[in-house]
């Protein structure tokens, strides 16, 4: 009787669409985690991207000469006592600069693959009996079609793994055309 909840028919274009979706991410699932998982460790690596204080004393003070010099609005200035002024406002500045390209290096597509996991997963979870058993096998697990076990166990015939992974395949697609259209 669950099973019948996940066999669906496709009719109208958008379920087209959503099930060449749905196919797409079933067979990219296990590479997104590895991408996810990826772009979070590299993001977290590049934490060591920005600079201390330290670091931008020692580049504004580069060329910088210790003598004082003659100015013609105040009298002296000390281009290190000035270095160390700005330090602040360079610092800020520069540190903006490489957060900004950690987003867009690591943070903008770790976001677009956790919203890929995330969809695929809202069609998986609403998978029951049989069907969400053999989908979570072949797509979450990577088994081979002839590996599929059943809940008692026993391998599947190949048939019935064919329709099962059909029918999860067209209710994920049914369930996301849903979830997209709220």
């Given amino acids: ?16 669409d959503c099930l060449e979706l749905v196919k797409k991410l079933a067979d990219s699932y296990r590479c997104l985690i590895r991408r996810r998982e990826l772009l979070r460790q590299q993001y977290e690596e590049s934490k060591s991207w920005f600079y201390t204080k ?18 013609q609005t105040s009298g002296l200035s000390n281009p290190v006592e000035r270095t160390v002024l700005n330090c602040d406002k360079v610092l800020s500045s520069m540190n903006r600069e490489v957060q900004t390209q950690r ?5 903008e597509p ?12 809202i069609g998986l979870r609403s998978l029951r009996g049989q069907t969400r058993l053999v989908a979570e096998q072949l797509f979450v697990d990577g088994k081979k079609q002839s590996e599929i076990t059943g809940a ?31």
């Fill in 1 to 16: 009787m669950d099973e019948e909840k996940n066999v669906a028919t496709v009719t109208k274009p958008e379920q087209v």
């Fill in 54 to 71: 330290e670091e931008i004393v020692y580049k504004l003070s580069q060329g910088a000469h210790e003598e004082s010099e003659r100015v």
């Fill in 103 to 107: 987003t867009e290096q690591f943070l």
């Fill in 110 to 121: 770790y976001y677009e693959v956790c919203e890929q996991i995330e969809l695929f997963e």
């Fill in 152 to 182: 008692e166990g026993k391998l599947l015939t190949r048939r019935t793994v064919v329709r099962e992974k059909e029918n999860a395949l067209i209710g994920m697609a049914d369930t996301i055309g849903r979830y997209q259209r709220r």
